[in-house]
């Protein structure tokens, strides 16, 4: 199944940039990180170990990624949708998901854990390519191209954000979304879905204190600094501090406990204060180098499935991105997301690089004369 004959060469701006943020991952997840790994594992590198023994699985399991055709993989779309939806349902159940911080998000057993949630992304992805590629112009139609398609969204979804996990659950359905609409389905239709499903989204957060606070504290984080707006104060005061060129690598005092989730969902917030505002906007170039490639390979994409493949995988990674980027700035209601390829987390880390793989082996299999430079 594994294919043995030269590939050509991986595109060189894709990979550089990819390349780069997780290099500039490591460095932050040992800056944000060191003050809690040694109070808590009396070990400054103890997230970075983890960090790269994950990334050693991603690459792994990338390269594999990368060298099995696509195309064989489509088969297996339903298969791994029916299995990314037991395993979300597995880990709600008591006494088998692993319950942290308050979340029942993670299966397995210590420091093999992962969350079931980043792979239903994946899943989702390959599931909504294979559909849409079957589908052609039937999407224009909303009984029969949309709402079956928003409704196996919706499932998983609903699962992840029973967990809970509202922002993985709103990047499933704005990554569906952007699926679709690069599908051709129409606008009104998109819309139609969002009019229904947006009400009872809307009540089951206000019926939530947790995710209403969360929203209410967006709207005015200074209302209540020392608790519900206590996140995005002290990003902001990390952000703030950090003014156009930082105060240096490893020199955050946000770090010391002052941020929570320092070194994963808000890691960006420590970006801006030791490498500035300098520092932030070259992570937000180099995303957007990354989405300009994966664009360019889409459109250069051999087959429908690889074109809508690579759309989920790109705007997967993207949106996620400019969310988390948005929470640290107070421009998004914090999540809980973390940042693709820079974040400490394995299960993150190991998605987003074999989605990267996935993009580059769309790209592998283009025509010699539709490559461009």
Not at 69 to 77: G, S, T
Not at 182 to 189: C, E, F, N, T, Y
Request: charged share 15%.
């Amino acid at each position: 199944m594994v294919e043995t004959a030269p590939r050509p060469a991986v595109d060189p701006l894709l990979a550089a940039s990819v390349a780069t943020l997780v290099g500039i991952g490591l460095i932050m997840v040992l800056s944000a990180s060191s003050a809690t790994a040694v109070a808590i594992h009396h070990d400054a590198l103890y997230f970075l170990k983890r960090q790269l023994a994950w990334l050693a699985v991603a690459l792994l399991l990338s390269f594999v990624a990368y060298r099995i055709d696509y195309r064989k993989l489509r088969k297996l779309a339903p298969v791994g949708f029916v299995a990314a939806v037991v395993l979300l349902a597995a880990a709600l159940i008591p006494h088998v998901g692993i319950v942290s911080g308050g979340a029942r998000r993670w299966l397995g057993a210590g420091p093999l854990s992962f969350e079931p949630s980043e792979f239903a992304k994946l899943a989702l992805v390959f599931y909504l390519a294979s559909a849409l590629a079957a589908k052609g112009e039937r999407i224009r139609s909303l009984s029969n191209g949309v709402i079956p398609l928003a409704a196996m969204t919706a499932l998983v979804a609903v699962l992840v954000y029973r967990e809970p996990d509202l922002g993985t659950a709103s990047l499933l359905v704005l990554t569906a979304g952007a699926m679709l609409f690069a599908a051709g389905a129409r606008v009104a239709h998109l819309l139609a879905v969002a009019a229904i499903t947006l009400p009872p989204a809307i009540v089951l957060v206000r019926h939530d204190p947790y995710k209403l606070a969360r929203i209410t504290a967006f709207m005015d984080p200074w209302k209540d600094p020392q608790d519900k707006g206590f996140h995005i104060v002290q990003s902001l005061m990390a952000l703030g501090s950090g003014g156009w060129t930082g105060v240096g690598i490893g020199f955050s005092r946000q770090k010391f406990f002052w941020l929570p989730e320092a070194h994963t969902d808000f890691i960006g917030a420590i970006i801006g204060e030791e490498l500035g505002f300098v520092g932030l906007a070259a992570i937000v170039v180099l995303f957007l180098v990354f989405a300009f490639r994966a664009v360019r390979i889409a459109l250069g994409a051999p087959d429908r499935f690889g074109y809508f493949l690579t759309v989920g995988c790109l705007a997967m990674i993207v949106i996620q991105a400019f969310v988390n980027l948005g929470v640290i700035t107070s421009s998004w209601p914090v999540t809980g997301v973390p940042l693709p390829f820079i974040s400490f987390g394995g299960s993150s880390l190991v998605v987003s690089l074999v989605a990267v793989a996935l993009v580059a082996n769309v790209d592998s299999r283009r025509a010699p004369a539709k490559l461009q430079v």
